[in-house]
DNA sequence: CAGCATCCATTCAGATACTG
DNA sequence: CAGTATCTGAATGGATGCTG
């Protein structure tokens, strides 16, 4: 996200910071807030990193809890959140296959990220 | 955004709230998450927010800051900000009409949830 | 088991053109 | 000025079926 970079920052634009990457006029990836929406962007990724949140899962264990969910779109988020840097994938050598998924460090920074959500989400407008 | 909702939880899933919410298996429109999520959807509408972080704008003035944004999606994510109860919308009597846009209160308060998605995205993974 | 390939329906953004 | 109506192309999600 952005504002603009010059005169009373905190007056105008409540906590953003003061960076030249605030000032796009143009939804640019490189934004802070973009790359943090690209990485909770499309249906079930919240679902999943909270999943996580809670530990290590292999690939059915979270098919198990998110039944409803496709494993083509499961696939897909966690290939998504592998690329944002959010999950790290084990493939555990051995018959049956079996891949373990869990939050990087990196990841783990997203529980702030989704409380803020959530408060806003959960306060009557 | 969810998680279990017995056990432990600061130690499971740190940060989110225990709430029946919080242990949906699908996505739910009236998980807090969601709600946010689905408040911040969709290309520009970070944008348009820091424009109005910044002070009420009239329509055009948006369009002059965000020269890139065509009147119709702008038209769009105005209509699901006002719906979304972030943005209050007057219109202005006489001619030429002229419409008047600002945050609520509770528009206001997405101003920390945009800056914890700037320092998550900001941050080095 | 994990997960890719393919196909289809839906949604979304942008362009263009038109009104109160 | 501040929108709405319509259309097109792109992206997304879901279903099904197939492999290392």
């Known amino acids: 996200m ?5 005169g009373h920052r905190h007056t ?4 953003l910071p003061d960076d030249p990457r ?4 143009v939804p640019t990836p490189s934004c802070p807030v973009e790359i943090t929406l690209a990485a909770l ?3 079930w990724t919240t ?6 949140l ?15 969910l496709s494993d083509k779109v499961l696939s897909d988020r966690l290939a998504q959140l ?11 050598p051995g018959w049956p296959s079996r891949t373990h998924y869990g939050l990087t460090p990196h990841g783990r920074r997203l529980g702030p990220v989704l409380q803020a959500l959530w408060d806003w989400g959960a306060r009557p407008s």
């Open 47 to 52: 679902l999943v990193i909270r999943e996580l």
């Open 82 to 92: 592998a690329e944002a840097g959010v999950v790290d994938r084990r493939r555990e």
């Open 2 to 6: 952005t504002h603009q970079t010059v």
């Open 41 to 43: 962007r499309g249906r």
């Open 12 to 15: 105008t634009s409540p906590g």
């Open 54 to 68: 809670q530990g290590g899962r292999t690939f059915t264990e979270l098919r198990q809890a998110l039944p409803a």
């Open 22 to 25: 605030a000032a796009v006029t």
